[in-house]
């Protein structure tokens, strides 16, 4: 398993519409979707710089990961995401070299991708997200 690129940066924010002004006013990006995925209770927006995305994310919950993030370490950088073939592949071969899953299988996140995670206390306290088709 080698990825094939950064899929995304995931940004932590309070409100994704005060985040918007400094993206599209200051860095002149373009929000090309704004989702929600209910199961994570968390809404999306996406700008793409180059063929990396970045991702905002808005708790739609005070119980969801994203809000208890944001309570603890302020807004900020989130996640990084790397593009993979298959992530229940990628999943499992991270498994197997000791690394504690958050996810043990793949699930839907936004624009319908196959998505799962790796404990950041195994990763360099880096929250490490799989993405593929």
Excluded: W
């Amino acid at each position: 398993m080698k990825p094939s690129h950064i899929e995304h940066i995931g940004i932590a924010v309070n409100s994704i519409e005060e985040a918007k002004v400094y993206f599209e006013d200051v860095l002149g990006l373009e929000c090309y979707a704004i989702e929600e995925v209910a199961d994570q209770k968390v809404k999306t927006a996406f700008f793409m710089v180059g063929q990396t995305k970045i991702e905002l994310l808005e708790a739609t919950s005070p119980e969801s990961p994203v809000a208890k993030f944001i309570e603890k370490r302020g807004q900020g950088i989130h996640h990084l995401a790397f593009a993979v073939e298959n992530t229940d592949e990628a999943l499992n071969n991270a498994e197997n070299k000791g690394i504690a899953l958050i996810d043990k299988q793949a699930r839907k996140g936004a624009e319908g991708l196959n998505i799962g995670f790796l404990h950041p206390k195994s990763t360099l306290g880096v929250l490490t997200e799989f993405c593929s088709k």
